[in-house]
Nanobody, 113 residues
Framework: QVQLVESGGDLVQPGGSLKLSCEGSGLNVSAWSMAWYRRTPGKQRELVASVHVYGNKNYADFVKGRFAISRDNAKNTVWLQMNNLNVLDTGVYYC???????WGKGTPVTVSS
């Protein structure tokens, strides 16, 4: 059974940082392009960052310079380091293995003072 389990979401003040993790089971994250999406209040789910199977990384314009995606193949985990968070980053963050249809259930991030 394939599972992607996100964790690390929390309440953080503006300007703060969080590191999200997405641990895979039943699926080798190194064999797939992995991506983080988010659903923010009033908006549809949007792509945040992705890492290609060969290591190329892409970021949405609204997170460039603030977020970093990485993958730890030994731990079968994908990370999303989020720095300089602002209130517009509030939402639920999901990871997915691109093209597989597998999604995690999400981890909530709240940025508020």
């Amino acid at each position: 059974q394939v599972q992607l389990v996100e964790s690390g979401g929390d309440l953080v003040q503006p300007g703060g940082s969080l590191k999200l993790s997405c641990e895979g089971s039943g699926l080798n994250v190194s064999a797939w392009s992995m991506a983080w999406y988010r659903r923010t209040p009033g908006k549809q789910r949007e792509l945040v960052a992705s890492v290609h199977v060969y290591g190329n990384k892409n970021y949405a314009d609204f997170v460039k310079g603030r977020f970093a995606i990485s993958r730890d193949n030994a731990k079968n985990t994908v990370w999303l380091q989020m720095n300089n968070l602002n209130v517009l980053d509030t939402g639920v963050y999901y990871c997915t293995a691109a093209g597989t249809g597998y999604w995690g259930k999400g981890t909530p991030v709240t940025v508020s003072s």
